[in-house]
Every structure is written in C-alpha cells, then in structure tokens.
C-alpha cells in the first residue's frame, strides 16, 4: 500500500455531478482526484433532458455551444391509439426565449455525450478522471480526511482536506457516514434502453397505451446518435429479458405491431422509482452531491440537472475557504440545495402520477429557473425588498452595450470563477477592487451601458443601487447607496476582505 501527498479535495464519482464539481475546483486552481470505481465511462441515455437553468450553469462553464451541437430539441410526440388513429402534439410547452431568460426550451442530450464533453472540458483545464479507483474506506478528523482507493495498481492511502460523494442512489460515501436517506419506493418499476432499430420514423417520440401502466411504452429518437431509447413500466418482480429478441418481443406485445424491430442494445436497466432525500449533506469535512443525497423517479428530468447544481453550488464554496474563506460557506450548501432537492422530488413525483394517467406535457415548472435561495444566510438586502429581484433568485440575463461600443451581456459579465458586482447610475464606485471580484457600473457614465433598459426592467433598481452577483450566478446582496458599507461585510464573509 502506497501513501500519497495531500491534496485539497477527493471526489468519488465521475458521473454529471462529480465532473461538474471537477471543472469548477480545475478552473479556481484547487488540487483534486476525480476517481470512478467503473473501468469506463457511463456509455447510456439516462439523464437526457438539460434544462434552461443547467444551460445557463454550463454556458458558464464554456461547454453549452458544444452540447447544444451534439444533441437538439425534443421531439413531437406522436400518440397511437388502440383504434387506429394518430394524434400529434409538443412534449414540452414552447415558449420564446427573453431578454432575462435566453434559453427556454429543454434540450434532448443522452447522458453519455454530455459526459464526454464535460470530460473534454476538465481535460482542457488539465485534469481527467481516474476510472477504475474505488473509494474503499475513509476516516476524518479536524483537520482532513483519510481516504483507502483500490485500483488497478494496488491500495493506496491519500490524505485531502475535504472528501465529496458524488457515487450515486447506492453511495458508499453515504453510507459510511451512515447518513439516513428515507423516503419511499414509488410502485414502478420500469426499463429504459438505448437500442438500434428499424420500423419507426425519426421525427417523433412514438408513445403507445399512455394511461395504461400494464401497455405503455415510449421509443424516443436520442438526438445526436442513431439510438431509440426505449422507456415503459415493467412487473415489480420478475427477470425481464432485455436483449435485442427479448425488447422486439416486448415492443410487438405493447404495441400490438410486427414491423418494429430491434437489430442491438447498447445499454439496457430496469430498475424500481424511488423518491428519497438524505438527512443531511454534510458530516464534518465530508459531503454528498448529486444521486448520492437525493434520487428522483425520471419523469420531468430533473435528477442529472439537479445533481449539476449542486456541485456547481459546492465548487466555489469548497474552492473559497480553502482559500481561507469562513467555514460557514460550506454549512450553506446543505441550507440552500437541500430544499431544493425536497421541492424537486415532490414535482417528480406529481409528475410520475401525471404520466401513469398519460400526460407528459412539461412546462415551466421543470426549466429550474425559479429556483433560488431567498431564505439562505447568505442573502442580503439593505434595505430589505418586498417585490421583484430579490437576494438569492438567480441572476437574470440582459442584452448590454460596452462603452467601447461592442453588445454584450450580463452573463458575459458572470463568465467565470469571480464575483460581480454592478453599481447602477453610480457616481463613483463604493467598492475597492479585489482579487476575485468585478466591478462593474452600467449608466450613461459607466462601462457598461443599459441601452434598451434590459438591466432596468430584470433588476428594478433604483440609482445609486448595487447589486453583488455571487460566482455560481446568484444574487448575494442588494444594497442601497446609504447601505455600501454593509457589502463590506459580507464580501469578508466570502472570503472577499479588501
């Protein structure tokens, strides 16, 4: 058994949330492993839909126009009838993008090619992920963590200074901690499969017996690869043949049609909804993200985008107090995200009930837009606000103009691993300039101009006014000409001090 030098964080679990949180700490210089106790990447669909929220998260991160090349929208989906008939209609409410909110429709990538662009971007940054290393065995104490891997080499012994499960529903990591992850098993059980086939179109989410749990079933065209996913409720007990002649058989019972045939199966599971939350999602210098401290039944996608938010919530705290920030950052990852968790499960939930009586149409409620963090310890308004922006909603968009002349936007402004903070109308900044922090005043004497009074109607702010955007694209404080001195403060909270 060998023993390794320390680095600052180790992450077990290379899946959505495991790489998020490896870009984040690469692109902030924190010292990391990224291990996976698989021998090769995740190669199925599963977590297909990205929601608006989670392609504003990966604009920021630099991968969005790669993603967005690799997958497309979500199909029509096209309903056949025990009669006969046919019907047609949008899977996911279409709405047009707006000045605030630049991306409002689901995008369709399978899991396993979002992935792969996140592995690209980590390895651009220069890391990768270390597959066929298992976490087996981890002590804490004040001053770090302990870990035992297993990998093809041997043991090896490491000491970090922080240890994050993102090592999914079944998480050694949590378990080990014995964190409590109550919650229920939902009544279906269902397979979802990446196939190759002949006998359906391209051009449609081909859904047959919706409303009926013993008949349905869904093949869906996966953007981006020559893939159907196959998705339909099983029997709760019993073997279920998931090869190429045993789904052909499947689909020709449900469908009640001869001419569907599957040719291969790339990847295949069936496995029992489940609906759970941990109890916490932090003991000491150890913490849960993604499946790990929650799981979600499929419907409405929300578990890998969820899983994303997390780590990219976790990232900049984890990164700011080993930078010597003040530990009570990280106390705020469970307060801000594991409510969120709760309120994602329960649409999930409602949704799979929607879905048993055959409606699947998704709006709004799934985009994640509206999720923010009001009631955390790190929102502040002086004075306090009663209507519109507030400390911790997400931070909107607005088209902008330089004044050098060039269109920009506010998130162009956000890009990155610093704070921003934009005066509006100001005489001169409050605030003198850090390492970490942006300043920027949008006015006819500022740097950045509101020519089409975009940041006006998102921001509601009157002169004089700053508002303090936190690195992961949240608002941290609102604040008054009369109340400058209060982001003084706060900034020390984050590890900002001047």
């Known amino acids: 058994m060998t023993e390794n030098s320390t680095v600052d964080v180790l992450i077990s679990g290379a899946g959505a949330a ?30 297909k839909g990205i929601q608006p929220r989670s392609q504003e998260v990966f604009e920021d991160l630099g991968i969005l126009d790669r993603i967005v090349a690799l997958g497309g929208a979500y199909p029509r989906q096209r309903e056949y009838r025990d009669d ?55 002590e804490q104490d004040e001053a770090g963590v302990t870990a035992r891997l297993k990998g093809a080499s041997g043991e090896e012994t490491i000491r970090v200074c922080w240890l994050v499960g993102a090592d999914g529903g079944r998480s050694f990591v949590r378990h080990a901690l014995d964190i409590g992850f ?62 190429a002649a045993g789904l052909t058989a499947l689909v020709k019972e449900r469908t009640g049609r001869n001419d569907i045939e ?45 899983s994303v938010q997390d780590a990219y919530n976790l990232g900049w705290k984890l990164a700011a107090v080993t930078a010597g920030a003040p530990d009570a950052l990280l106390d705020s990852y469970e307060e801000e995200r594991r409510p969120v968790a709760a309120t994602m499960l329960g649409l999930a939930t409602n949704l799979l009930d929607a879905m048993k009586r055959g409606d699947i149409r998704r709006g709004r409620e799934v985009h994640q837009l509206d999720i923010g963090y009001p009631s955390s310890s ?16 997400r931070a909107p968009d607005a088209p902008l103009r330089g004044a050098g002349g060039q269109p920009t936007r506010l998130f162009e402004l956000f890009k990155g691993a610093h704070w921003t903070l934009l005066g509006y109308e100001v005489e001169q900044a409050a605030m003198q300039p850090r390492p970490g922090l942006h300043i920027h005043r949008i006015g006819r004497r500022g740097d950045i101009i509101d020519e089409g009074g975009h940041f006006r109607d998102a921001y509601g702010l009157a002169s004089g006014d700053w508002v303090l ?11 008054a000409s009369g109340h400058a001195w209060a982001l003084e403060a706060y900034l020390a909270n984050v590890g900002l001090a001047a």
């Open 18 to 47: 495991g790489l998020t949180l490896a870009i984040e700490l690469a692109r902030r210089g924190v010292s990391f492993r990224l291990i996976e106790k698989l021998n090769d990447p995740f190669r199925g669909s599963r977590g």
């Open 84 to 138: 006969g008939s046919v019907s047609e209609s949008d899977a996911v409410v279409r709405e047009e993008p707006t000045p605030a909110e630049p991306y409002h429709l689901p995008l369709m990538v399978p899991q396993f090619l979002t992935e792969g662009v996140m592995r690209e971007r980590l390895l651009e940054l220069g890391h990768r992920p270390q597959f066929a290393s298992e976490l087996i065995g981890f």
């Open 182 to 243: 109550p919650g229920k098993t939902l009544g279906v059980r269902a397979i979802v499969a990446d196939v190759i086939l002949k006998g359906l179109d391209r051009d449609a989410w081909h859904r047959f017996g919706d409303g009926d749990m013993q008949r349905q079933i869904a093949i869906c065209p996966l953007a981006g690869t020559d893939l159907f996913q196959i998705q339909g409720p099983i029997p709760l007990d019993g073997e279920v043949d998931l090869s």
């Open 262 to 306: 599957i040719h291969s199966v790339s990847w295949a599971s069936a496995f029992h909804m489940n609906a759970r939350l941990a109890d916490r999602y932090r003991l000491g210098r150890v913490f849960l993200a993604g499946d790990a401290a929650h799981t979600h039944p499929p419907t409405g996608g929300q578990g890998l985008n969820t």
């Open 378 to 393: 790190f929102a502040l308004e002086k004075p306090e606000r009663s209507a519109g922006l507030l400390a911790g909603d």
């Open 469 to 479: 955007v936190r690195p992961d694209g949240y608002v941290g404080a609102i604040v």
